[in-house]
C-alpha cells in the first residue's frame, strides 16, 4: 500500500491525463483588492453617510414640494455644472495617475497627480464664488429648508474634498521621491480610491440639488 | 485598462453631466426627465466604479457593494421624485 509521500504524489499526479497544463489563471478568490480593506471600510461609512443625507432629502422634499421644486431654479447651475467637470476631469487624471505608475513612470504619475490637485482647487474656487453669489441673491443656509439642505450636503461634501486634496498633495510628494513603483503603489491606490468615492458622492449630489425639480 | 479608453470614458461623463445642465436649463421638468437623468446617474457611476477605480476585475463583494449604491439610489432618487405624495404618506408620523 504506497504512502502519500511526495515524490509518490508526484507521479501520481504525473499520471493523470485530466491535469490542467495550460496559463494558470487566477481563482477569483484570489484577485487582490484594490487598495487595501481598511479604505473601502471609511469609503463604506462616507457612502452611508451620503445616503443617509440623500434619503432625509428625499423626505423633506416630499413634505415640502414647492419648496423644493423652487430651490433649483434660484441656485447657480453654471458653478453645480463647472464643479461637476471639474470632479470628474479630476478623477480621470488620478486614473491616469494610476496608470502611469503600473508602467513604472513616477513622473507622469506626479505630473496627473498634480493636474489631479488643479482640477480639486478649481471645485474650492468655484464653490466660493457660488457662495458669494448665493449670498448676494440673499440666500442662506436659513432662506428655507431647501437651502439648509443645499448648505448641509454641499458643505460637507466640500469638506471631503479638502480632506482628499490633502491625500492626493501627501502621494504626490511620496511619488516625487520615488515611494511607488509598478510592484508596489498600495498607498496610491488608497488615496486615489477616496478620491473617486468624493467624485461619486457629488454625481449623485448633482442632480439632486441643481437639476431634479 | 489603457489610456484610450480611459479618455473615451471620462469624454462619456463630460457628455452625460452636459446633457443633465441642458437637462435643468432649457427642459420643464417631468417624470421622463427624472427617468433619464437618473439613468445617467447609474450609468455614471458604473463608469467611475469599474473603470476609474479599476473595480472591474476586483473581487465581486467589493464591487457589487460599490455598484450597489448606483443600482439602488438613482432608482430610489427617480421614484420618490414621480411618487412624493407616497413618501409623504409613509413618513407621516
Not at chain 1, 74 to 97: C, D, E, H, Q, W
Not at chain 2, 47 to 74: C, E, H, N, T, W
Request: glycine content about 4%; hydrophobic content about 50%.
Amino acid at each position: 500500500m504506497p504512502t502519500l509521500n511526495a515524490p509518490l504524489k508526484a507521479e501520481f499526479i504525473s499520471q493523470d491525463e485530466s491535469i490542467y497544463h495550460g496559463p494558470v489563471v487566477p481563482r477569483k478568490s484570489d484577485q487582490a483588492i484594490p487598495a487595501n480593506m481598511a479604505v473601502w471600510i471609511l469609503i463604506g461609512a462616507e457612502l452611508t453617510e451620503f445616503a443617509l443625507f440623500f434619503v432625509i432629502y428625499l423626505v423633506v422634499r416630499s413634505h415640502n414640494p414647492e419648496i423644493f421644486s423652487q430651490g433649483p431654479e434660484r441656485l447657480n447651475l453654471l458653478a453645480g455644472t463647472l464643479n461637476t467637470l471639474a470632479l470628474i476631469t479630476s478623477s480621470y487624471f488620478v486614473a491616469r495617475a494610476i496608470s502611469a505608475i503600473k508602467m513604472n513612470k513616477p513622473k507622469q504619475t506626479v505630473k496627473w497627480l498634480g493636474a489631479s490637485l488643479l482640477m480639486g482647487a478649481s471645485y474650492l474656487g468655484i464653490k466660493t464664488w457660488e457662495y458669494f453669489w448665493n449670498a448676494q441673491a440673499g440666500l442662506d443656509s436659513r432662506t428655507d429648508l431647501f437651502y439648509t439642505l443645499y448648505y448641509y450636503l454641499t458643505f460637507n461634501h466640500l469638506l471631503h474634498v479638502m480632506m482628499g486634496m490633502c491625500t492626493l498633495a501627501w502621494v504626490m510628494v511620496r511619488a516625487h521621491y520615488n515611494a511607488y513603483n509598478k510592484d508596489d503603489y498600495q498607498g496610491l491606490e488608497s488615496a486615489a480610491c477616496y478620491w473617486h468615492m468624493i467624485d461619486l458622492a457629488w454625481i449623485i449630489i448633482f442632480p439632486l440639488l441643481y437639476v431634479l425639480r | 485598462m489603457n489610456n484610450k479608453s480611459l479618455t473615451g470614458y471620462w469624454l462619456v461623463l463630460i457628455s452625460l453631466t452636459l446633457l443633465s445642465a441642458i437637462f435643468a436649463d432649457a427642459i420643464a421638468p417631468t417624470t421622463w426627465v427624472t427617468v433619464v437623468v437618473c439613468a445617467s446617474i447609474m450609468v455614471k457611476g458604473q463608469v467611475i466604479v469599474d473603470v476609474f477605480m479599476g473595480l472591474r476585475d476586483a473581487p465581486k463583494g467589493i464591487r457589487y457593494m460599490m455598484l450597489s449604491y448606483f443600482y439602488v439610489l438613482p432608482p430610489m432618487v427617480a421614484l420618490a421624485l414621480v411618487f412624493p405624495g407616497t413618501v409623504e404618506s409613509i413618513t407621516t408620523l
